[in-house]
């Protein structure tokens, strides 16, 4: 197990965290701003705020941590095995912009539409 | 397994067997993942990862190989003859060292123990196996596994891919042996996020150290409060990662999920807060100034968590005004009381000096408008809240909070127009379809207008419903004789004032009323249940003569229990709709009622138990005492306890309009009329309206206002009967015929009349060991009679024969005699049950009785009209003073005597020995039976009374016939004349419309019944042409149901004495009534009052319960 590279673990547990509506990585809005989506590069998070606001959402239910998302099922079930340790979403809902559901779609990432 | 058995296999391969026995197995173990290379590692590790979900991949790929699986299990058995049996648990540890920790496992100490564990539970030889791993190099392992399974690899990381494209459904990620367990930890307090974020960093920083948490993941749902799941292979990883955490019980250690409950441990479920919020939903306000008020969703916002939500705005324009001009204005300051909730007015807002900026809506209609930062759209306010500060409403919310909802978008809308406000209210409360006018369904016998066509205008009745959907009508016009056909698109349906209907759907579906006004589309009409005002589209409506009661029970409750809605609230229902009810609740006062809206979830139970209470004098009241109103609007007024909760009491006025009659009142501000507990010999209470109320069945509405002239509406007389229109004394006989009459009927249920009205008589024993003893009747059954002593504290109960007859002592007969005979008491078992349904129909009455309005002066119809402060009639039935002498059981004179009497206004002239008080509606009061009773011709005269009622049904030809023609034995026969027919017949509200027809009691054949005078149930064995039926009975089990013994008895009793049983699910049935009359079918499931039906002939009917008779035995 590796976790060597990791996600940023959310500095905070309230109500400020927001997941990332692609790959459903949880952190601070701030920290999204300021690293990015570990995941979800092609998203173009970092240091963008207002893109940061676009592509998280509030509205997440329950919350994984992945050590190790290669060998844990719950990653596995998830879709998750393929991220890099840290804190997911269990559940969000979201409805995801068209562009953003584009270009989710061409770096082969599955919609998972609010509800 | 399969991995465990190559690595054996390589490794005797390689090396040979080896005798060495070694102790420390988790080295062993432990060394032989170290050894592994991490880049061989890794890409195993792929592969394992799918070798896990799909051992089928593996299995091919082995056969696929050299056969080398054979050859392997061959080897196998060969060295570790019991490794089969070990095969699952050494998988599982093979995995944990496989996939997992590596190169950190080296020498990490505090790993000893829980090996150790594992390792226990291999025997000698395995370990020996096992161990013979350890010596294998890193190179040679990764050069076999490259050589084996290189090329699977590649197919794996392929297919992991296709499940990042879904390829692969999620079936195929269901959890196995060899994948980490989960395990439920407690935490302290709400602290699960916290938890996970820790364990998180914990896991990084341990990593970092290079002592890694051997836990693969940990998760928290929000609908399991205070556990997180951590995903692990052993507990002692658990209790390792868990250590030291705060947030934690370490304690406690972690519980295993079976691997079963693993799916559902990691889904969310849907139902957790806030997350079923979306547009279009209600929700109620959990907080701030419009916190509890109802909102509907307009929007919402998934990302942010927020939602838009439009509510009634409470804005107080006055306190919006800076302070600084408001002091200039001296209006009050600082006002601290929340604003009510109505629709934002610009004019307001205006009047106020307020700056309103006005914004066209996106959409390009209206308007919308901005006060202090707030938007304000079509009256409402639409306002952004978290979605966590909403609370869902269930279902629909409360009716008149919706309709208060609804109005407020109307109003403001439609702006000054009100009578368009009203008509969209209308359209919206009625729901969607309401507008487009969803297809009418016309009946034959519908009045119906051509509103197309060349015809336009032309008028008629529909003859016919073509299976096309077209409608013949018959033309009223003169000159026209011929049915046409139309289109029903042609068509309109058409109602005049006066005219008497039913309503077939929607909110109001079952209340029947005269029309008061037409305003195409809607028809405003007078409910013969309540006496509301309705407004109803005319498309809902068609003609009916029948009256329904409206609907009287509401789920398991009845109209006027005594119901709870919350732990303090409790109140009287005063009107049933469909789907919800009205209560009086304690809650308010006798000069602001509080009633609300309910539905069958907001009532909790039924009060049955209910106490006494102490007046302002300090006597005490009791059920069904006449009290005095001391104060208040009521003051002076007197009314009947109906209910008493604790302090408060809940009394029927009967000249009340409002709530049913109904007032909630402290019992210290009344004062008990005549002392205490209902007045004795035939209190009016008990004679009257208050049986109807109390009876179990109180169908009995005619006890709703008895008088509604006085609150005006005019005389609206029967339409059918143009002769009876308003040229009555306004319809003072109405009114008064209604209240009689359904104090008559009231008593329903079962028992007879006269068993009533000798509660509350003061008698004489006169025979057994209490001979000669004084005391009041407080409990009549058929055989017996309950008598509290005088004399002594107690009751006791004596045979009815040792109560002297005039004060109805005899033994009831279980037969009534068939016609012919003097109609004694039995006659009324026939006439009771069907009568006291049709409570409602008197309205009817005055206008076949002719002669009612043409003697104002001389009867109580009359003067009710020119003096309303007199009693009205029904209101003498409850005024012990004026009623008792009149009421007929408790004079049993031969002076009443008279058939004539019956009319009412005759009555009260040709037989002094009546009081004025003795009105018309007195008359049919007391049923047939009490008249019967008497064993006089009387009966027969109230009888035809109280019937006459219903005679419109048979149309005008029955005018006059009927309250001339009444014979001693016409009941038994029914169907014999039309308009007895239809009374008799008993559909409850009424499924038939139109031209009602009587019942068929040949339909009863086979059906389970009650007797209405004895109660004894059974199943009808035959019903003769005459009206006399043979029952079979049978006996009640305790779920209430029928059951009939092998040899039963058999008697004869009236057709009208047959009562249905209810239905169940599954009973074969058929219908007794209405438009499928003479259908059977099988009942498949039973709603509030209706009962769903599926005819033998296919198709599914909703019906109403009091039409469809359970066929016993019978299956189907």
Redesign the interface.
């Known amino acids: ?4 590279y ?1 996600a940023d ?2 500095r905070e ?1 309230g109500k400020n ?1 927001c997941a990332c ?1 692609s790959c459903h990585l949880v952190k601070t809005l701030d920290q999204f701003v300021d690293g990015g989506c570990e995941n979800c590069g092609f998203l173009g998070m970092e240091g963008d705020k207002d893109r940061c ?2 592509c ?4 997440f ?8 998302p ?10 998750l ?2 991220m890099v ?3 997911y979403a ?2 969000v ?3 995801v912009p068209p562009d953003i559901k584009e270009i989710m779609g061409e770096n ?3 919609v998972h539409e ?2 | 397994m399969a991995r465990t058995e190559k690595k054996l296999t390589k490794a005797k391969k390689q090396r040979g067997d080896s005798d060495e026995e070694d102790e420390d197995l988790e080295d062993d173990i432990e060394e032989d993942e170290d050894d592994v290379a991490p880049s061989a590692k890794k890409r195993r ?2 592969f ?2 799918d070798a896990a ?1 799909e051992e089928d991949d593996e299995d091919d790929e082995e056969e696929e190989g050299d056969g080398r699986r054979g050859k392997k299990r061959l080897k196998r058995s060969r060295f570790v003859d019991d490794i089969a049996a070990v095969d699952e648990d050494e998988e599982e540890e093979e995995d944990d060292q496989d ?4 190169q ?1 496992l080296l020498d990490e100490g505090e790993e000893l123990p829980e090996v150790e564990d594992v390792g226990r539970r291999y025997d000698d030889r395995a370990a020996m196996i096992r161990r013979q791993d350890e010596e294998l190099d890193a190179e040679q392992l990764e050069a076999y596994v490259q050589q084996r399974f290189g090329n699977q690899r590649d197919a794996a990381a392929e297919f ?2 296709g ?4 390829a692969v459904q ?1 079936q195929a ?1 269901l ?1 196995t042996h060899a ?2 367990k ?1 395990w439920t930890v407690e935490t302290r307090g709400g ?1 699960a ?2 938890a ?2 820790k ?3 914990k ?2 920083n341990k ?2 150290a290079g002592e ?2 051997l ?8 609908h399991l409060k205070g556990y997180i ?1 951590v ?1 692990a292979h052993k507990e002692s990883h658990v209790k390792e990662a868990i250590r030291g955490l705060t947030c934690l019980f370490y304690g406690k250690g972690g519980q295993l999920v079976p691997m079963k409950e ?2 559902d441990a ?1 889904t ?1 479920k ?1 139902t ?1 807060k806030g ?1 079923n919020i979306e547009e279009g939903a209600w929700v109620r306000v959990k907080i701030g100034p419009y916190s509890g008020d109802l909102g509907k969703v307009v929007s919402v916002d ?4 927020t939602a838009h939500v439009k509510v009634i705005p409470r804005l107080d324009y006055a306190a919006m005004v800076p302070k600084e001009e408001r002091r200039e204005q001296g209006a009050p300051s600082g006002r601290k009381t929340r604003p009510p909730s109505r629709a934002f007015s610009l004019a307001d807002a205006k009047d106020q000096g307020l700056i309103v900026e006005q914004r066209r809506k996106p959409g390009g209609l209206g308007f919308y408008y901005i006060l202090k930062n707030q938007h304000y759209e079509d009256g409402y306010l639409i306002k952004q809240y978290g ?1 966590a500060r909403l609370e869902l409403v269930t279902g629909l919310p409360p009716l008149e909070e919706l309709q208060r909802f609804n109005e407020v978008g109307i109003s403001s809308r439609t702006g000054d127009d009100p009578d368009g406000g009203e008509l969209a209210q209308l359209m919206r409360s009625l729901g969607e379809g309401a507008e487009n006018g969803a297809a009418v369904r016309y009946e034959k016998g519908d009045k119906v207008v051509v509103t197309g066509g060349d015809l336009t205008n032309l008028r008629g009745r529909v003859t016919n419903v073509l299976s096309d959907g077209r409608v013949e009508v018959m033309p009223t016009q003169l000159g026209l004789n011929e049915a046409l056909t139309f289109d029903a698109a042609q068509l309109r349906k058409f109602f005049e004032a006066g005219d008497y209907v039913r309503v077939n759907s929607g909110q109001h579906e079952g209340q029947t009323g005269m029309i008061v006004s037409v305003e195409e589309p809607i028809c405003v009409l007078m409910t013969d249940a309540t006496r509301e005002q309705l407004q109803v589209f005319t498309r809902d409506l068609a003609e009916s003569s029948n009256v329904a009661s409206g609907v009287d029970t509401f789920g398991a409750y009845e109209l006027h229990d005594l119901v709870v809605l919350d732990q303090t609230t409790v109140g009287v229902i005063i009107s049933v709709a469909k789907d919800s009810c009205k209560v009086l609740t304690n809650k308010g006062s006798v000069d602001q009622p509080v009633v609300r809206v309910c539905r069958a979830i907001d009532i909790k139970r039924k009060v049955t138990r209910e106490g006494t209470a102490m007046d302002s004098s300090h006597g005490e009241i009791a059920r069904d005492s006449v009290v005095d109103m001391m104060d208040g609007r009521l003051k002076g007024r007197s009314g009947t306890v109906k209910h008493i909760f604790k302090k408060q009491l809940f009394l029927h006025l009967n000249d009340l309009l409002e709530n049913g009659g109904f007032v909630c009142v402290m019992s210290h501000k009344v004062k008990a009329k005549g002392g205490k507990a209902p007045a004795g010999v035939a209190g009016s209470a008990k004679g009257g309206l208050a049986n109807a109320l109390r009876s179990p069945n109180p169908y009995a509405l005619g006890m709703v206002p008895a008088s509604p002239r006085i609150g005006g509406f005019g005389a609206a007389p029967p339409p059918r009967f143009g002769g009876g229109r308003g040229d009555g004394p306004p319809g003072g006989g109405f009114g008064a015929s209604r209240g009689g009459y359904g104090s008559g009927g009231g008593r329903g249920g079962g028992r007879g009349g006269p068993d009533d009205r000798m509660i509350g008589q003061i008698t004489t024993i006169s025979k057994g060991p209490f001979r000669g003893y004084r005391g009041r009747i407080i409990k009549v059954t058929p055989t017996e009679v309950r008598v509290e002593l005088e004399a002594q504290q107690r009751s006791v109960g004596v045979p009815r024969d040792a109560i002297p007859p005039e004060h109805g002592g005899a033994p009831l007969p279980r037969e009534p005699p068939r016609f012919g005979a003097a109609p004694s008491t039995p006659a009324h078992l026939g006439m009771a049950t069907p009568n006291h349904r049709w409570a409602t129909q008197t309205p009817m009455h005055p206008g076949t009785m002719p002669m009612t309005p043409s003697h104002p002066g001389m009867a109580t119809p009359g003067r009710d009209a020119w003096n309303p402060n007199l009693a009205t009639p029904g209101r003498d039935a409850w005024n012990p003073n004026l009623a008792t002498p009149a009421h007929p059981s408790s004079n049993p004179g031969p002076s009443t005597a008279t058939p004539g009497t019956y009319g009412g206004g005759y009555a009260a002239a040709d037989t002094p020995a009546f009081t004025p008080a003795f009105t018309p509606a007195e008359a049919p009061a007391p049923t047939p039976a009490g008249f019967n009773d008497t064993g006089s011709a009387w009966g027969t005269g109230a009888a035809s009374g109280g019937w006459t009622p219903a005679l419109p049904a048979g149309g005008p030809p029955t005018v006059g016939a009927t309250p001339g023609g009444p014979t001693p034995g016409y009941y038994p026969t029914p169907a014999a004349t039309p308009g007895i027919g239809a009374s008799a017949y008993d559909p409850g509200s009424g499924q038939t419309t139109g031209v009602s027809s009587g019942p068929d009691w040949r339909l009863y054949e086979g059906i389970a019944v009650a007797l209405a005078d004895s109660g004894r149930v059974g199943v009808v064995r035959s019903v003769g042409s005459d009206g006399v039926a043979s029952v079979a009975l049978g006996s009640e089990d305790p779920d209430k149901r029928l059951q009939m013994p092998d040899n039963p008895e058999v008697i004869q009793t009236a057709a009208s004495n047959l009562q249905l049983l209810p239905t169940k699910k599954k009973d074969v049935i058929r219908v007794i009534a209405g438009d499928f009359q003479g259908k059977m079918g099988q009942c498949l499931n039973m709603a509030d009052a209706d009962a769903i039906v599926k005819l033998d002939d296919g198709d599914m009917k909703v019906m109403e319960k009091g039409v469809v008779g359970w066929l016993y035995g019978r299956t189907s």
């Open positions: 197990m590796s976790l060597e990791h673990v959310p547990f965290l509506i606001l676009e998280t959402t509030v509205s239910q329950g919350m994984i941590s992945v050590m190790d290669a060998s844990s099922w719950c990653a596995k079930w998830l879709h095995a393929k340790p840290g804190c269990l559940s809902q979201v409805e082969g990432r599955r609010a509800g | 590790s792929a394992i990862d979900e996939e997992g920790d590596d950190f992991g891919d499940i990042e494209a879904g999620q990620l959890p994948d980490p989960l602290s996020r916290e996970c974020v364990l998180m960093q896991a990084i990593a970092a890694p948490l836990i693969r993941s940990v998760f928290y749902q929000e799941y995903e693993m799916v990691i969310v849907y957790a997350s998934y990302n942010a968590d979605r």
